[in-house]
């Protein structure tokens, strides 16, 4: 057997395997966007000024998370269709997020529990659409979770739906990025 | 007995296939992942780099991040028709080996 031949294919096998392996770690982001949304809540409730305290945490999130991923790109960089794909949703999330809190809000289109709704329905899109694109069933189920949750925002006892936006807020964001940060550290110690 | 097939001398180099292999599977990579992905060094992948380009199988973009220069590199399609070639033909030499084994 001509092991050159046998050494070029195993070669390919573990280069293929190398520009599939992800090299971009988002547990981090989870966790920082979930504790900036639990601090803004908490900020507003007792500040009584939620305008202020959630412009001021988001923008806080959004210029951390511009800083780190600049100089994630800064040291090297590989674009896949899977990363494209999965940071046009989040981004197109981001921007429509955005839009409806700071645009919608202020016009008095939603009341609390509409915006929560929306916000759960959309955080279930973005998670459901990630799972599929990285056939990873448990981030779907995750997202079915954040579905369920806008089900019982629109369906619940009103005074329910807060409590129920800052459960999924801590489990679905800041407890899924402590996790996913966790698995990312034990993939970067077996690469 | 068949003609058995050539390999394509550029694209058999270790070094430079490992670069096609790994560009195939992503959209664009630049310098400095493409080096330490194949644990190589700064001059030596620059050359088979250069070899690639010259072949027409890869393409370069020359770029600036944060005034600092940036190679981003890419597959052609030359470059994608040549790896696919290439793994065609050594799965025939390959089973020209098995066969000649049995």
Not at chain 1, 111 to 123: D, G, I, P
Request: with cysteine.
């Amino acid at each position: 057997m001509d092991q050159e031949l046998l050494a070029r294919i195993d070669l390919i096998e573990r280069m293929v395997s190398q520009g599939r392996r992800s090299t971009e770690y988002w547990g981090w982001c989870f966790a920082l966007w979930g504790t900036g949304q639990l601090t803004a809540t908490a900020w507003a409730t007792r500040s009584g000024r939620p305008g202020l305290a959630w412009g001021v945490t988001m923008a806080a999130c959004g210029i951390i998370t511009g800083l780190v991923m600049a100089r994630k790109k800064a040291t090297e960089q590989a674009e896949t269709l899977v990363s494209r794909s999965l940071g046009a949703i989040w981004l197109c999330f981001g921007i429509s997020i955005t839009l409806l809190a700071f645009v919608g809000n202020p016009a008095g289109i939603f009341n609390e529990r509409s915006f929560c709704a929306v916000f759960l329905a959309l955080m279930g899109l973005t998670n459901v659409s990630s799972g599929i694109i990285l056939r990873w069933p448990l981030q779907v189920v995750s997202g079915i979770v954040w579905w369920l949750a806008a089900v019982f925002a629109m369906l619940g006892p009103e005074k329910m739906v807060p409590w129920t936006q800052i459960a999924m807020i801590f489990f679905g964001e800041v407890v899924f990025g402590l996790y996913l940060m966790a698995r990312e550290r034990t993939a970067r110690r077996h690469a | 007995m068949p003609d058995l097939p050539e390999l394509d001398q550029v694209v058999h180099g270790q070094l430079r296939l490992a670069v096609l292999s790994i560009l195939s599977t992503v959209e664009k990579a630049d310098f400095t992942y493409l080096r330490d992905r194949t644990n190589s060094t700064d001059g030596n992948i620059a050359a088979h780099l250069l070899k690639l380009e010259q072949a027409g199988y890869i393409s370069v973009e020359k770029t600036f991040l944060n005034r600092k220069p940036m190679s981003i590199y890419r597959l052609t399609s030359a470059g994608r028709t040549a790896l696919t070639n290439y793994i065609r033909n050594l799965k025939k030499l390959l089973g020209a080996e098995f066969n000649k084994q049995k």
